[in-house]
C-alpha cells in the first residue's frame, strides 16, 4: 500500500579543526531515533493494514538539541512519514523569527523508550532536531562527559513521570 517503509537517514557530521591532526565534533550531542507514524501503528492495531506497512524513519544521527521546544524533522522526512498538517505556529530561532508548520504527532523511539509527539517542520538542510519536550517525555538527560544521552540519573536511569 505505501511505499518506502523504512527508511534510514544519515546526515554528515559537520566537523571542526582545532588543529591539522584533531578534529572535533564541537560537542554536539547525537543519537539513533525511530520515528513512526501513529495513525498507521494505529491502524495496524486494528488490522486494517500490516505492520510492515507502517511508515518509519531510523535516523542514526539525530541531533539533540537543549535549546530546542519540539521534536523538528525537515519536510522530506514528514513527506516520507505521510504527516498531515495541523496548524501553523509563530517561531523564534537563532536567525530571527517566522511560522513553522505543525504536523500530526508520531510515536518517537530513543534507547527503547517511547513517547507521543507533535512534530514541527524545518527546512531539509536542518538535521532532525530532539528537543527538551522530548527528552522530559523520554526522561533522558544529556551527559557531557560522554556528549550522550543517559537515562535521568535523578530517576536512577529508570524511565520515571514525574507528577509534581
Same mark, same amino acid.
Given at each position: ?8 537517514c544519515r546526515r554528515r557530521r559537520r ?56 521534536l523538528s524533522l525537515p519536510r522530506s $522526512? %514528514? +513527506?516520507? =512519514?505521510? *504527516? ?9 530561532? /537563532? ?33 532532525? $532536531? %530532539? +528537543?527538551? =519536550?522530548? *527528552?522530559?517525555h523520554l526522561d533522558l538527560v544529556v551527559?557531557?562527559? /560522554? ?18
Amino acid at each position: 500500500m505505501h511505499m518506502d517503509k523504512r527508511t534510514t537517514c544519515r546526515r554528515r557530521r559537520r566537523v571542526m579543526t582545532t588543529s591539522p591532526l584533531e578534529p572535533e565534533t564541537m560537542g554536539r550531542v547525537l543519537t539513533e531515533a525511530t520515528i513512526e507514524n501513529l495513525e498507521d501503528l494505529w491502524a495496524a492495531k486494528r488490522g486494517l493494514v500490516s505492520p510492515e506497512e507502517v511508515r518509519r524513519i531510523v535516523v542514526a544521527d539525530a541531533l539533540v538539541d537543549t535549546g530546542a521546544t519540539l521534536l523538528s524533522l525537515p519536510r522530506s $522526512l %514528514i +513527506g516520507r =512519514l505521510g *504527516l498531515a498538517k495541523t496548524d501553523t505556529k509563530r517561531i523564534t530561532s /537563532s536567525q530571527g523569527g517566522g511560522e513553522a508548520g505543525m504536523y500530526e504527532a508520531v510515536r518517537l523511539t530513543i534507547h527503547g523508550r517511547t513517547c507521543t509527539m507533535d512534530v514541527m517542520e524545518v527546512p531539509d538542510d536542518v538535521p532532525v $532536531l %530532539i +528537543g527538551q =519536550l522530548p *527528552l522530559e517525555h523520554l526522561d533522558l538527560v544529556v551527559d557531557l562527559r /560522554s556528549r550522550s544521552l543517559i537515562g535521568n540519573p535523578a530517576h536512577g536511569g529508570e524511565h520515571v513521570y514525574e507528577l509534581y
